[in-house]
């Protein structure tokens, strides 16, 4: 009878996990799908040479907003695939929970990708004319990448004392600014990969292509 009850208490853990996770997911493989075909900058005029292509293609910036979409694009159609697996009956308990964890993974590292490409996006657009304002919205977009280290941040400051009296504050310091390092590399991995992928085509002392002046209206 316990057990029954414990299985009963994680299919609905499991099924409501997987409700609140597949609107996210959903929404995020909408948008960036979305963002695919509305290029910022919008695109070159039809009698131009490259037609139809985006006007900022060529830049550091706008390739990396390609590969952080397409990477928000992949792992929120990962997340809903793994969900699609959680809900349904086919799947014992055990593999339903195994798929809402690996969602869970997938969601986030689609939301670093995501917040990336909207800094970067904003960052290609508005920096020719607005540098400090682009450079504000990158940094409160880093926000939101610290506060899913929230809880992780709050257990190290909570440690922190009785750390101190057992190993002494410099062993204290190291071991957290490793756990923090640590955890946040496995968690923004893409936007490393991101940065150091489009970094690989733009070596020193090559110049970035002019951004295109807009078409004016005949």
């Keep these: 009878i316990q057990e029954t009850q414990d299985d009963n208490k994680n299919m609905e853990i499991v099924k409501e996990g997987t409700q609140t996770l597949c609107i ?51 792992f929120a159609t990962m997340a809903t695939i793994s969900l699609m697996s959680s809900g349904s009956p086919l799947y014992n308990i055990r593999s339903r ?26 960052y290609m657009m508005i920096s020719p004319v ?11 977009s880093s926000l939101l990448l610290l506060y899913t280290n929230l809880e992780l941040t709050i257990k190290n400051v909570v440690l922190i004392a009785p750390l101190c009296m057992r190993k002494g504050i ?20 893409p936007i490393i990969v991101i940065f150091c992928s489009t970094a690989r085509n733009y070596p020193a002392g090559k110049v970035e292509p002019a951004v295109q002046p807009p078409t004016p209206f005949v």
Excluded: E
Excluded at 170 to 189: A, D, R
């Design 24 to 74: 996210g997911s959903v929404l995020i493989a909408t948008v960036t799908f979305g963002a695919t075909f509305a290029m910022p900058g919008g695109y070159r005029a039809d009698d131009h040479n490259n037609g139809g292509t985006p006007t900022l293609a060529g830049r550091y910036a706008f390739d990396a907003f390609t590969l952080a979409n397409a990477l928000a694009f992949t």
């Design 97 to 122: 929970k195994m798929h809402l964890g690996m969602a869970f993974y997938f969601m986030k590292i689609s939301l670093a990708s995501l917040v990336a490409a909207f800094a970067i996006g904003t």
């Design 130 to 140: 607005a540098h400090k304002a682009a450079t504000g919205v990158c940094v409160l």
């Design 170 to 189: 410099l062993w204290t310091l190291l071991t957290s600014v490793v756990v923090i390092i640590g955890n946040i590399t496995v968690q923004l991995w």
